[in-house]
């Protein structure tokens, strides 16, 4: 099945994919809109590792109290 993008626009929605503590170094998950300013895409139902919930697996659309937004 393939991964599905979702499009963000308002950063203050706390999603995973956008959180420092979510362990993705390369930035593979998010993406800018090509035409739209501070408009973000990024691929649903990829988990990787928070460091903030002692390294457990968590859904990039994930929303969290302890987001820290990495842009």
Same mark, same amino acid.
């Given at each position: 099945?393939?991964?599905?993008?979702a499009?963000?626009?308002n950063?203050?929605? #706390?999603? /995973?994919?956008?959180?420092?503590?979510?362990?993705?170094?390369?930035? +593979? &998950?998010?993406?800018?809109? $090509?035409?739209?300013?501070?408009?973000?895409?990024?691929?649903?139902?990829?988990? #990787?590792? /928070?460091?903030?919930?002692?390294?457990?697996?968590?859904?990039?659309? +994930? &929303?969290?109290?302890?987001? $820290?937004?990495?842009?």
């Amino acid at each position: 099945m393939a991964k599905q993008r979702a499009k963000i626009g308002n950063l203050n929605m #706390k999603r /995973c994919a956008f959180c420092v503590h979510w362990y993705d170094p390369g930035n +593979t &998950v998010i993406s800018p809109v $090509k035409g739209f300013k501070d408009v973000w895409e990024y691929t649903t139902e990829v988990k #990787k590792p /928070c460091m903030e919930h002692n390294n457990q697996d968590r859904a990039s659309q +994930t &929303v969290c109290t302890k987001f $820290k937004c990495k842009l």
